[in-house]
T-cell receptor, first 110, second 113 residues
């Protein structure tokens, strides 16, 4: 079945640093979504990408959908302590439900 | 708009008892999804429902687990004869259609003792 893999699984950065996390699907996706879950909280929808090569920005977060629609990346600029949490990518392909990756847990050193 | 409402927030059951988890989707959302999350793990799909129909239950164990989304009232995830391995956070999400982002509820943390 469809699989979504995220790397790295853990990311520890110094406040102010930039970093990128990646998401890869075993199948071509019709869309990819990103969610953020704070410790003890629930996943919150961040963004959806639909078009091949699409790039979307939300303040310091930049999301990109690969040309082949099988991978995506999230780049965070000037990381802040408020960015702490687990970031999930989730892909929608032929099936009718989102398949989530295992997440990338971000910790920030102030 | 109250968002996706799940109750109870925390549920403790003894082995062998039944657990009933409730989810009221956002107003206007007809698609409901249940996911299970273990500590430090991702979200594992269980079941996708629309009103009175189960669309996809491929992620739900065949035994002891069932789900419904009746014409009136919340969606229910029912776990019979719970075992310790059922301890997890169960999240419900809803969307207006399958290609939209999901809105998640706050989850039910089930502990089996």
């Amino acid at each position: 079945g469809q699989q979504v893999m995220q790397i790295p699984q853990y990311q520890h950065v110094q406040e102010g640093e930039d970093f990128t996390t990646y998401c890869n699907s075993s199948t071509t996706l019709s869309n990819i979504q990103w969610y953020k879950q704070r410790p003890g909280g629930h996943p919150v929808f961040l963004i959806q990408l639909v078009k091949s090569g699409e790039v979307k920005k939300q303040k310091r977060l930049t999301f990109q959908f690969g040309e082949a629609k099988k991978n995506s990346s999230l780049h965070i600029t000037a990381t802040q302590t408020t960015d702490v949490g687990t970031y999930f990518c989730a892909g929608l392909s032929g099936s009718e439900k989102l398949v989530f990756g295992k997440g990338m847990k971000l910790t920030v050193n102030p | 708009n109250a968002g996706v409402m799940q109750n109870p927030r925390h549920l403790v059951r003894r082995r062998g008892q039944e657990a009933r988890l409730r989810c009221s989707p956002m107003k206007g959302h007809s698609h409901v999804y249940w996911y299970r999350q273990l500590p430090e793990e991702g979200l594992k799909f269980m079941v996708y429902l629309q009103k009175e129909n189960i669309i996809d239950e491929s992620g739900m164990p065949k035994e002891r687990f069932s789900a419904e989304f009746p014409k009136e009232g919340p969606s229910i995830l029912r776990i019979q004869q719970v075992v310790r391995g059922d301890s997890a956070a169960y999240f419900c999400a809803s969307s207006p259609s399958q290609s939209y982002g999901y809105t998640f509820g706050s989850g039910t943390r089930l502990t089996v003792v």
